[in-house]
């Protein structure tokens, strides 16, 4: 069976929230990677369990006209949608950037987790030379557009073989990436660069918590995946093959499927 995935908008104290929801039930939120947006959860959404409400933020909503965004203001437009959709506990993950904001909001309310997800993600912070990747990035944006973000990132979300082989895939990620305002991409960019290592944070991480990553990820690889594994008690580890860094979208059943049998064996 196949659910109807819907957009919504709500008004929350930190400004207009959208998201993209599936299903009814227990909430499960899923917060997107960079450059993408709520869209690259689609796969997901449609397959949610029965009994699960999927829940796909979008971070970009409620970024404003001017100004900088950290990784923490993410967390909290999370937190704030949560509270206008009146949830108090959720199963929270994300993948890579939404991993780095699942940190934060761990940081911030512990207690909303029933549970966690990371996905293609991992605990440290910038190196320097990343943050210089970062303006450079930054730059070209401003000068190129979402266009030439797409042609910088496409060869290291998506591995080498989907590129040649799942050509819709390629052309979904393309699509996502170029209809992604430049504004919140911006606010991504430095929000990451500024962003804190969350390694101490692992440990104190006691809820039942899905580890997932591509064997092909490049971004985030295994050897993060399995830091991150040894530091949280209750984690489970699931690697992926044949996926890269976006490995929801290069193996969308596999992935699914690793959600929902964490989601019944665990919660
Ligand atoms: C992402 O997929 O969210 C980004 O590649 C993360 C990053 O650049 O650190």
Known sequence: ?????????????????SWLEAGAGWPLVLLHAFPLTAEMWRPQLESAPVDWRFIAPELGSAVPAAGARTIDDYANDVAALLDALLIDDAVIGGLSMGGYVTFALFRK??????????????????????????????????????????DQMIPKLLSERARREQPDVAGRVRAIIETSPPRAMD???????????STADLPQISCATLIVVGEDDGLAPVTDADAMHRAIERSVLVTLPRAGHLSNLEQPEAFSRALADFLMAHL
């Open 187 to 197: 606010a991504a960019l430095d929000a990451m660069m500024r962003r804190p290592d």
């Open 1 to 17: 069976m196949t659910n109807e995935v819907t957009r919504r908008t709500i008004e929350t104290v930190r400004g207009p929230m």
């Open 109 to 150: 309310a512990p207690l909303l987790f029933s549970g966690m997800i990371l996905a293609d993600t991992r605990a440290q912070a910038d190196t320097e030379e990343g943050r210089v990747g970062r303006m450079r990035m930054r730059e070209l944006l401003g000068r190129d557009g979402a266009k030439a973000i797409a």
